[in-house]
């Protein structure tokens, strides 16, 4: 009879004298599933869950009904999966709200970047401001390209005002590209500008985030704040 519980103890002792960064994916997903599958060999688990899914990463953004179709993968389990990288995108926002006053490109880029971690969809999220450039909120405006249908113009319009904003930055995620501004990002940019110049908000700043990086449409000279077309 194999000792799980030997196993188990030997991998735990591992992780609390080295951290993760010697692991091996398997050995990652062996530790995890400890905790939501007990009594039981999670190594068949995760070799089955690397197996079908490619990469620890895959497998911590798939969706949970897709985990649940690998043998020995439960709700607990889907669940603990799922939430990972949701905890992980969770810290990095909480980690950076103590950088109240963001008055330069780079302070903005850092605070949104926690926002986009994991998120496995293109989404749309507007940051806004007061007069002295302090984070009055950041919310969720659309899921989907920026320019596509499913962001409004009309919400991004609505949240400044609601948040009282003077100067918003308006933010998207390219998950599977660079960090590059698209044509029509760029002409989404000056109508998002536009409508919100109507209400009187700046828009500061639209920045593009990808792979943990980001590209600022105003310092990259995309976009001039202030400048109507």
């Known amino acids: 009879m194999v000792n799980h519980e030997g196993h188990r103890q030997r991998l735990k002792n591992r992780f609390r004298a080295e951290g993760l960064d010697n692991f091996e994916q398997v050995y990652v997903l ?5 905790y939501c599958v007990p009594r039981k060999d ?5 070799e ?3 197996e079908h899914f490619g990469s ?3 497998v911590l953004e798939a969706p ?3 985990l649940e179709r690998v043998e020995g993968v439960g709700e607990n389990a889907s669940t603990l999966l799922r939430l990972v990288p949701a905890l992980a995108r969770y810290y990095l926002v909480n980690r950076t709200t103590g950088a109240r ?5 780079e302070k903005c880029g850092e605070y949104l970047l ?3 971690h994991c998120l496995p969809e293109e989404t749309v999220f507007l940051l806004c401001l007061d007069a002295k450039c302090k984070v009055l909120c950041c919310k969720k405006v659309g899921e989907g390209s920026i320019n596509s249908a499913a962001v409004s113009i009309r919400r991004i319009v609505e949240v400044a005002l609601w948040a009282n904003a003077t100067s918003v930055v308006l933010a998207h995620n390219h998950p599977s590209g660079l960090a590059l501004p698209s044509g029509e990002d760029v002409r989404t940019t000056q109508l998002v500008a536009d409508a919100l110049a ?4 700046c828009l500061a700043d639209h920045i593009v985030v990808a792979d943990g990086d980001y590209v600022s449409l105003a310092q990259s000279g995309y976009y001039r704040p202030g400048e109507r077309k």
């Open 48 to 50: 089955a869950l690397l």
């Open 42 to 46: 999670t190594r068949p688990i995760a």
């Open 198 to 201: 109507a209400v009187e908000v």
């Open 56 to 58: 620890l990463a895959q």
């Open 114 to 116: 926690g926002y986009f």
């Open 101 to 105: 006053i963001l008055n330069t490109t």
């Open 64 to 66: 949970a009904e897709e």
């Open 30 to 34: 062996e530790l995890l599933l400890f």
